[in-house]
């Protein structure tokens, strides 16, 4: 027989013989306890069952539990065996997609009757049940043929229809995976049995049209997750039950900062303290970019669909557009041709005609400009949440047209200001390099330039990066920023996306005249450090807590008072702390002095400041920090020192 090369990460070569499995070859070439480790392996760094042959000289890695991917796995494994559960404890149920996804698994299925909490336990109980029997999974390869005639007698319509759309796209065989008796419709791969999942929680269930259409019936998306043990389960739910108590959809309203009504989905109502709150980060921005170079603009939110076709909106991003009757259009026409105007979803370009209103020079090269004009984006109905996904917002939105030997300074000072605002609420991030895209503008000569200049200017700031082929803007290629909260989950946020499209002659036509006198072509910089205000708003409430430092909380002091007599006091404390640019509110009530306090902290004010008849006599207040850390009785102009200090934006200190 035949002998192939196994290649092995650390360089070294194996020899065996060709169509062992790639179990056998671990456990007799390597070891048997990296044999029984082994959840799944890369053979040419393609992801593979253990149970894969191998047939030619190839590399191949071991995946194990403590690799991340290994979990994917078996998240994967876990929703096929809640799937055989599901159809083994409600006869007639139809099943149709169950994928891994970020911390766990879905699997939708096709049932008249609703899911209930109990029927959630019962299913949870019977797969972890299963789990414990160590069925293998089983791979097979069938024709599409036979495929069909499988799912056609099990009277599974949807996995019919799923094989009918992978033949039409030219498949002539599938690969079915089995444990026990139950089969389903997979490409793979899968871990060598069920003991391998661990242990499954189920989470929730949910509403899902089938393929995310409408028109289509309506499933039912169970949701849960898998764990290789007990205890890496327990600490998941510990995390997902403290970010459900940060919920910002819950702090926000509790807090008196927003408040979502149905005459306006996916547009928030921000109350008073929320409106004090969004303007602290507006204006802590607008200061800090000022002092940069930036020129605030406004601009236009309606304009005509001839700005979204020169910019290529209109025709890659019109459905995600509000688009807008001309009443002066012809009647007689299709309403989509009489809807040729639209809100901008974007700046850019608007932008792009403020800078081509002047003549340019490339003495003032670059030209920044900064908004956080209102902008509105339709997103589906079913994928809005609190302020996370919504329809109207603003962005700390700023273009930069420059010239391309600029690039890696501005992307430098960019980086800069992003470390000042990250810092100053405590947000460690990392970069990310994204790539051309399949659908985009331009030819490859430009993006080869564009990712050319981005890339060198990403590599001087000395970062450590990772490459997202293929994400990139369709105009250009982009620097993005994930944040890591409290909770330890990520979120993507700044972005610094270079643009080589939209000067050319087919889109804006942008110009400078150079130092040569000829007419040169800018680039053009996109970039926002928060992002959408609206969703960096719900990231820093759950990071938070709610519980804002002294610079960012709507109010930064409650003067509290023991008794009337103080009244006039705290009053006039009060007064004198707002004259100095402090938020400053006064408890002056009838209530008890604990009820005060209390009250103080479930709005999560930073200082509590009691007074009484000392604080009064001696002119001074008793603070109490958010969470009951009391600094004892100390002179007013202690306390406006110490408040000056932590009330300061940390951007411009």
């Not at 894969?52 to 590399?59: F, G, N, V």
């Not at 739910?237 to 900062?257: C, I, M, Q, T």
């Not at 309606?302 to 001309?326: C, I, Q, T």
């Not at 700390?396 to 000072?413: G, N």
Request: neutral net charge; proline residues 5%; glycine residues 8%.
């Amino acid at each position: 027989m035949s002998q192939v090369t196994v290649t092995l990460p650390d360089g070294s070569k194996k020899q065996a013989e060709a169509g062992i499995t790639v179990h056998e070859f671990v456990r007799t070439s390597i070891g048997a306890g990296l044999a029984k480790a082994a959840v799944v392996a890369r053979l040419d760094g393609t992801l593979v069952d253990l149970s894969r042959k191998i047939e030619q000289d190839t590399s191949l890695q071991v995946v194990t539990s403590k690799n991340p991917e290994a979990l994917e796995v078996v998240r994967h494994d876990a929703a096929h065996v809640m799937a055989s559960v599901v159809q083994r404890l409600f006869p007639g149920t139809q099943v149709t997609i169950g994928p891994n996804i970020e911390d766990g698994f879905y699997y939708d299925f096709f049932r008249e009757q609703p899911f209930t909490p109990d029927d959630l336990e019962k299913i949870e109980k019977a797969v972890n049940e299963e789990i414990s029997k160590d069925l293998p999974f089983v791979r097979q390869e069938i024709s599409a043929d036979e495929a069909i005639k499988l799912f056609e007698g099990k009277g599974e319509k949807f996995k019919v229809e799923l094989v009918h759309d992978i033949v039409a796209k030219g498949a002539k065989t599938l690969t079915l995976y089995s444990h026990g008796d139950w089969v389903d419709f997979c490409l793979g791969p899968h871990g060598p049995s069920t003991a391998k999942i661990g242990v499954v929680k189920l989470l929730s269930v949910a509403g899902a049209y089938w393929r995310g259409d409408s028109k289509n019936p309506m499933l039912q998306r169970i949701y849960g997750t898998a764990f290789f043990d007990k205890k890496e389960l327990d600490a998941y739910l510990k995390r997902v039950e403290d970010a459900r108590k940060r919920d910002h959809r819950k702090l926000g309203p509790a807090l008196g900062l927003f408040h979502f009504h149905e005459y306006a989905p996916g547009a928030a109502f921000w109350l008073p303290y929320g409106t004090t709150f969004l303007n602290t980060l507006t204006d802590s921005m607008r200061q800090l970019v000022t002092a940069s170079g930036y020129q605030e603009v406004k601009t236009p939110l309606l304009f005509n669909k001839e700005l979204w076709m020169k910019s290529g909106h209109w025709g890659k991003y019109r459905e995600n557009m509000f688009l807008v009757v001309d009443k002066e259009a012809d009647e007689k026409l299709p309403l989509e041709d009489r809807c040729n105007q639209s809100l901008k979803p974007m700046n850019c370009p608007s932008h792009h005609l403020i800078y081509a209103m002047t003549k340019r020079s490339y003495r003032e090269l670059p030209v920044r400009y900064y908004t956080t004009d209102v902008l509105h984006r339709n997103e589906a109905s079913g994928t809005l949440s609190g302020l996370t996904r919504v329809r109207q917002f603003q962005q700390d939105d700023s273009h930069i047209y420059l010239m391309e030997e600029q690039v890696k300074d501005e992307v430098a000072s960019i980086v800069t200001l992003m470390k000042k605002v990250y810092s100053a609420v405590n947000l460690p991030f990392a970069a990310k390099f994204s790539t051309r895209p399949q659908m985009r503008l331009g030819d490859d000569a430009m993006w080869d330039r564009a990712e050319g200049a981005l890339k060198g200017a990403l590599e001087a700031t000395g970062m450590q990066w990772e490459l997202n082929a293929g994400d990139g803007a369709f105009y250009g290629p982009k620097i993005d920023f994930d944040v890591t909260d409290s909770l330890g989950r990520k979120w993507q946020l700044c972005t610094i996306q270079l643009d080589y499209a939209a000067p050319q002659p087919d889109r804006f036509d942008l110009k400078y005249t150079g130092s040569d006198n000829h007419e040169h072509r800018p680039v053009v910089i996109h970039r926002a450090i928060y992002g959408s205000l609206e969703r960096f708003s719900a990231i820093l409430l759950e990071h938070f807590a709610g519980a804002f430092p002294a610079w960012l909380a709507p109010v930064q002091v409650r003067l509290v008072t023991v008794s009337e007599k103080v009244a006039a006091y705290a009053l006039a404390t009060g007064e004198r702390l707002r004259k100095l640019g402090f938020r400053v509110e006064v408890d002056a009530s009838n209530e008890k002095l604990g009820s005060k306090i209390r009250d103080a902290q479930i709005q999560k004010i930073p200082f509590t400041c009691v007074v009484g008849d000392k604080e009064a006599a001696d002119g001074g207040v008793s603070p109490r920090r958010y969470g009951a850390e009391d600094l004892k009785f100390m002179p007013l102009d202690t306390f406006i020192a110490l408040l000056t200090k932590e009330g300061a934006v940390p951007y411009n200190v």
